[in-house]
Nanobody, 133 residues
Framework: QIQLIESGGGSVQVGGSLRLSCRAS????????MGWYRQGPGDSREGVAG????????WHADSVKGRFTISLDKDKNTAYLQMNNLSPDDTSIYYC??????????????????????????WGQGSQVSVSS
């Protein structure tokens, strides 16, 4: 059974930084892919960042490029999302995911209005990020 445990959310002021962590059990990040999403309108999720090929290839949404960085600690089987220069638009609940199929991750990271189905893969519990001006 795959389990993802998130940590690191919180409240910061504009321009501040946070680092989210996603520790996996039952799933090897170094042999697979993973993604970070944040809650969008309704029950949709917006792709923020992801990596493939065990971290060799990364993707970041245009809205976070230059501010957010996804990374992987293979020894700890933990993925990170370093978030710098945060703005109020970044306020959301952030989720990490270990998808069943990496092709599905690639297809949904850039999709608008993505609503994950129950068989998409495993999800973390969510981390609240709040940015105040």
């Amino acid at each position: 059974q795959i389990q993802l445990i998130e940590s690191g959310g919180g409240s910061v002021q504009v321009g501040g930084s946070l680092r989210l962590s996603c520790r996996a059990s039952g799933y090897s990040f170094s042999r697979n892919c993973m993604g970070w999403y944040r809650q969008g309108p309704g029950d949709s999720r917006e792709g923020v960042a992801g990596f493939y090929n065990g971290g060799l290839n990364t993707w970041h949404a245009d809205s976070v490029k230059g501010r957010f960085t996804i990374s992987l600690d293979k020894d700890k089987n933990t993925a990170y999302l370093q978030m710098n220069n945060l703005s109020p638009d970044d306020t959301s609940i952030y989720y990490c995911t270990a998808p069943r199929f990496c092709q599905a991750l690639m297809a949904t990271l850039e999709a608008r209005g993505f609503r994950p189905t129950v068989d998409f893969g495993a999800w973390g519990q969510g981390s609240q990020v709040s940015v105040s001006s």
